[in-house]
C-alpha cells in the first residue's frame, strides 16, 4: 500500500469507533434518505450483487439492507471494517483497496451494481477505479459514485476526532473527464457531494489516465 492509502488506512482506523455516532445530525439524515432512495432505484432496476468501495462500518447494508449472497464490501481500514462485520456478521468484507478490483479475475462482470458512498471515491486513484469498475460489472450493471464537491470541507470525523488527511475535490467537468467521454449518464450535486451514475454500456476499461 503506497504511503497515501497508508495514511488514509491509519486516520480511519483511528476514528472507526466514533464514526457512526458523528453523522447523526438532520443534516446527515436528510442526505442519508436522498442518497438511499437514490441507489434503491438503480438497484431495483440493475440488480446485484452490490459490490461496496470504501464500505466503511456498513453504510449501504444499513440503509439498503441487502441480503448476504447480494453483497460485497471492501474497505482498506481494519478498524472500520471491524465494526462493519459486529454490525452485519452474516455479509462479506474484504480488506482492500478500490483500486485492486480490476486485478481480481473471479470479480470480472460478476456485479450488477458498484457503489462508493460519501466522499470515499476522493481518496483513491479515479482513473483506475473507472477503469476496475467496467472490469467488474456484468452487462446491464450500474455504478454510483459519491465524491468530495468543490467546496467540501473534509472528512467531518475526521476533523472532530482524527487527523485529517489529504482528499479530491471534484466538479462536474472533472468527473465527466475522469470518463473520458464515455459516460457517466448523470451527475448531480448531492448536499457538498459531487454524485455520478453509469451503466456499464457506458463505461469503459479505458478511462483516462
Not at 20 to 48: F, K
Not at 107 to 126: D, E, I, K, M, P
Not at 167 to 185: C, F, K, M, V, W
Request: hydrophobic share 35%; glycine share 10%.
Amino acid at each position: 500500500m503506497h504511503n497515501a492509502l497508508e495514511g488514509v488506512r491509519l486516520a480511519y482506523d483511528q476514528v472507526a469507533l466514533e464514526y457512526d455516532n458523528a453523522y447523526q445530525d438532520e443534516q446527515s439524515r436528510l442526505e442519508d434518505r436522498t442518497i438511499t432512495e437514490a441507489i434503491e432505484v438503480m438497484y431495483a432496476s440493475s440488480g446485484g450483487p452490490i459490490l461496496d468501495l470504501g464500505c466503511g462500518t456498513g453504510w449501504v447494508i444499513d440503509h439498503l439492507q441487502p441480503p448476504p449472497a447480494e453483497y460485497v464490501g471492501i474497505d482498506i481500514s481494519p478498524r472500520m471494517l471491524e465494526q462493519a462485520r459486529r454490525k452485519h456478521p452474516f455479509h462479506t468484507f474484504l480488506e482492500y483497496p478500490m483500486e485492486g478490483i480490476g486485478e481480481r479475475i473471479e470479480w470480472r462482470r460478476a456485479f450488477g451494481l458498484v457503489v462508493s458512498t460519501f466522499g470515499a471515491f476522493s481518496y483513491a486513484h479515479g482513473p483506475t477505479v473507472l477503469r476496475g469498475i467496467a472490469f467488474v460489472l456484468r452487462p446491464g450493471g450500474a455504478s454510483f459514485l459519491m465524491a468530495y464537491g468543490p467546496n467540501h470541507p473534509g472528512s467531518r470525523v475526521l476533523r472532530l476526532y482524527g487527523t485529517p488527511v489529504p482528499y479530491l475535490r471534484y466538479d462536474e467537468q472533472s468527473i465527466a473527464a475522469l470518463y473520458n467521454g464515455h459516460g457517466p449518464t448523470t451527475i448531480r450535486r448531492v448536499g457538498p457531494f459531487m454524485v455520478s451514475e453509469a451503466r456499464a454500456s457506458e463505461m469503459t476499461e479505458k478511462a483516462s489516465a
